[in-house]
């Protein structure tokens, strides 16, 4: 019981940690991945809302500040096109729509709830890669130290078409 619990507060001071590096900005995509393989959806909107507080693109990746003046022209965007309502403050969180894009992606890739990993050299693994410390080799942590996400590609969700000939014969 009380190795769970000494557990259980290692991975939060290291999701604490890890955090703190992302609100700071990080360096590469490895980076982020390793710190998302411990945190939570959750955690990652709390580090975009602070970093677009801090006037920071709020994906970590991003390097430029935000304007300080946002266009105003109101919350919403009504697409006639698409007919679809936009809210547009999200957007007002970051430095270009393609980090927009990435952000969502990356977000949604996250766990509901936090992991708890109970390996320590795992856990200590991931914070010297986000602390930019050398890895040196990093067994368990997929190819290139990425934890197995460097395939992962964005795509548009394509229509599909249902062709109903020879249904029922």
Partial sequence: MEENQSTSMKVKDAIHKLLLSLLDGIQNEDQLFAAGSLM???????????????KLCGYPLGKNSLPSDQPRNG????SLKEHKVYDQQETYRYCSSSYLVNSRAFGGSLQEEQSMVPNPAKLAEILRLVDKMSLGSAEGMGKNGDLGMSNLMIQEKAETVTVMANWGS
């Fill in 75 to 78: 919350r919403y965007r009504i």
């Fill in 40 to 54: 939570s959806r959750g955690d990652y909107q709390d580090v975009v809302v602070e970093r677009s507080i801090a």
